[in-house]
Each structure stands twice: as structure tokens, then as C-alpha cells.
């Protein structure tokens, strides 16, 4: 709590101070209201005074004080924010040729979620195959490790033209290369293809039944789990 005393004033009163701005100040309190200039003091050190006497204009009166500033300014209250008339929601009525668009869309994003899946499920189920010197191994047939068999069955045949030493080498999944025999390297690109063939079939059936599909209903009915082709196998 401070003593507020106006210039030319003997008499003080207890106020609560606040700065506001650098031109801003506010006094709380029970207290006339002048535009005389102030000083404030602590009851116990009155020696200790500060000199406000350059903030004589009323910049704001509060309900329990006001506020001065030393540059002449007043508080003018801000311009209302313009009301913004509502729009009234009107919801969205596809027409038929929306529906018909969105409806293709569908078609196409299933495909595409098809050839994903199956991308998984070849990354998730390798193939196990004893053709490796009799010693069952696993072995990925993802489409990417087919594409590499082929150009190293390519590659080798390029190198044996030249080089009757030029040595097949392929890998089990997790292991490093090792040499094959050419007989080897074709039996299991054949068993590759035995497994996956069922299904790429299957996912190519699922393509022609999404593009016959006629509306959404058929569309959603068709389902995509490449389970049920290992276990019709």
C-alpha cells in the first residue's frame, strides 16, 4: 500500500499502483479524482518519494480507481467488431454425376488397396523349400526379390559365356550368398512361381469383380484377405 498526495495538497490517501504503459499509470483506492500531478510515498519512508507530477491528465476513470497519463492521451473505446451475418448451412446433395465420380473413385482406390495387400502378404509369408542341397530354408518372394532372381539367372548366363568358372549364388532370407547349381536357382524360381501365381490370379480376380461392380453395395461386399487363397491351396 502507497500515500498518493496531489501537488498543492496536504492531505494523502492509501492507493494501490500500477504501470500500465510508459505513459500509463492506474491508481486504485478511495480517492478524488484531479488533475493536479502526484507523488507517491511508503508511510514508513516518506523520504522516499516518487514524482508523477507530469501525469495530470484523466486517461480513464475505473470503477475502483483511474488511470493518468503524461502525454495528454485519453482511453476511447475500441470500434465494435462488425457482426457477420450467418450463413445458413444448406447440406451438401451430391448430383448423380458426383455420386457416379466419387463412385469410380472407389473402384480404383480398391484396386489399389488390393495390390498393397498382396505386396504384405508376400513380404509376410516367404516360402520354405528343401531345394537347396535337401535343407529346408526360407526364402522371400516378394515381387522386388523375384525382379533380382531373374536378373541374376541373367547375369550368370552373361558370365558363363565368358567364364566356365562364373559361379550361381543366391541366399536364404537372413543369410548370406551361397553357391547354387543352375538346376538349384531354376527349381526355385519355379516353386516361386507355383506359390505366388495362385495369388496374383486371385488378385486379378478381385480386380475384374471391383471393375464389374455396378454401385457401392456390391462394391463393399467384396472382400480382400489372401488367407483364403493359401487355404484353398
Known amino acids: 500500500m502507497l500515500e498518493l498526495k496531489y501537488?498543492?495538497?496536504?492531505?494523502?490517501?492509501?492507493?494501490?499502483?500500477?504501470?500500465?504503459?510508459?505513459?500509463?499509470?492506474?491508481?486504485?483506492?478511495?480517492?478524488?479524482?484531479?488533475?493536479?500531478?502526484?507523488?507517491?510515498?511508503?508511510?514508513?519512508?516518506?523520504?522516499?518519494?516518487?514524482n508523477y507530477s507530469d501525469f495530470t491528465t484523466v486517461y480513464r476513470i475505473?470503477?475502483?480507481g483511474v488511470q493518468f497519463s503524461n502525454d495528454e492521451s485519453v482511453y476511447t473505446e475500441p470500434e465494435p467488431t462488425p457482426e457477420i451475418p450467418s450463413i445458413p448451412f444448406e447440406p451438401y446433395e451430391p448430383t448423380p454425376e458426383d455420386l457416379e465420380t466419387i463412385f469410380q473413385q472407389n473402384k480404383i482406390n480398391k484396386i489399389a488397396l488390393s495390390k498393397i495387400m498382396l505386396s504384405e502378404y508376400l513380404e509376410n509369408n516367404p516360402l520354405y523349400s528343401s531345394v537347396h542341397?535337401?535343407?529346408?530354408?526360407?526364402?522371400?518372394?516378394?515381387?522386388?526379390?523375384?525382379?533380382?532372381?531373374?536378373?541374376?539367372?541373367?547375369?550368370?548366363?552373361?558370365?558363363?559365356?565368358v567364364d566356365t568358372d562364373a559361379k550361381l549364388t543366391w541366399n536364404e532370407t537372413g543369410k548370406s550368398c551361397t553357391e547354387w547349381t543352375e538346376e538349384e536357382f531354376l527349381q526355385l524360381i519355379l516353386e516361386i512361381k507355383a506359390y505366388v501365381y495362385p495369388l496374383v490370379f486371385h488378385q486379378q480376380q478381385l480386380e475384374e469383380q471391383i471393375m464389374n461392380c455396378t454401385n457401392q453395395e456390391e462394391l463393399n461386399e467384396i472382400v480382400i484377405n489372401y488367407n483364403l487363397v493359401n487355404l484353398e491351396k
Open 7 to 50: 501537488l498543492n495538497s496536504t492531505t494523502s490517501h492509501e492507493v494501490d499502483f500500477f504501470r500500465i504503459s510508459e505513459n500509463v499509470i492506474e491508481i486504485r483506492g478511495d480517492f478524488p479524482v484531479e488533475n493536479l500531478g502526484f507523488i507517491l510515498f511508503r508511510p514508513e519512508q516518506k523520504n522516499d518519494i516518487w
Open 133 to 161: 542341397g535337401g535343407i529346408e530354408g526360407v526364402y522371400s518372394v516378394t515381387s522386388e526379390k523375384q525382379s533380382l532372381m531373374m536378373s541374376q539367372y541373367m547375369t550368370y548366363q552373361i558370365a558363363k559365356s
Open 62 to 64: 475505473l470503477e475502483d
